[in-house]
Each structure stands twice: as C-alpha cells, then as structure tokens.
C-alpha cells in the first residue's frame, strides 16, 4: 500500500523559511522521480517541484526558483523541499507524490500546512 506522510509545516512569517519532509513507503522509492506539490484554498493542487530517482536532476514551478530546494534521501525513502524567502503566495497544503511532472500514485498523504502571515 502507497503512503506518504508529510510533515514540517507551520506558521512563518515572510521572508522566512521551512523544511518539509515526506516519507514514502509501498513502492521501490529509489526507482521513481519524486515531487512536491501544493493546494491553495479555492486553488487546484499545482506541482511545486521534481527530483529525479537519483537526486541528480530537478525542476522547478510557479517561480519558486532559487529559493525553493528538492533533495532526496533514498536510504531514508524521505524527500525533503527547502524552503527560503517565504512569501504570503506560498500559503497552502503541501503533498508529494512519486512522478516528474504529475502524481503516479492515485493515494495522497494529508500533506502539511504552510502558512506565511505576519
């Protein structure tokens, strides 16, 4: 069975920063591509960002560019997305999901909340 268990999220105020993580688990983590993506309230969920299965390659949406960072850890079936210079934009729920450009896996985890907000 497919899980991934966000977590990282909080209250920050702008111009901070934060760490998400997600654990997977039900699939050879190694194999795949893995993403961030993101929900605003009212908002469809977007694709934030992609790390390919070796952690050699990535790509980033929507201008997080430059201040946004996928890594990977495949020991630890663990992605992680750095998250610098937040802005109020970036407010929403994070998920990952395996995939380059969109979610494989039809099971989300509940994805953690980011709120930036003086």
């Known amino acids: 069975q497919v899980q991934f268990v966000e977590s990282g999220g909080g209250l920050v105020q702008p111009g901070g920063s934060l760490r998400l993580s997600c654990a997977a688990s039900?699939?050879?983590?190694?194999?795949?591509?893995m993403s961030w993506y993101r929900q605003a309230p009212g908002k469809e969920r977007e694709l934030v960002a992609a790390?390919?299965?070796?952690?050699?390659?990535?790509n980033y949406y929507n201008s997080v560019k430059d201040r946004f960072t996928i890594s990977r850890d495949n020991a630890k079936n663990t992605v992680y997305l750095q998250m610098h210079s937040l802005r109020p934009e970036a407010t929403a729920v994070y998920y990952c999901?395996?995939?380059?450009?969109?979610?494989?896996?039809?099971?989300w985890g509940q994805g953690t909340q980011v709120t930036v907000s003086s």
């Open positions: 999901n395996a995939g380059w450009s969109g979610g494989i896996f039809d099971s």
């Open positions: 039900g699939f050879t983590f190694s194999s795949y591509a």
């Open positions: 790390v390919r299965s070796t952690g050699g390659r990535t």
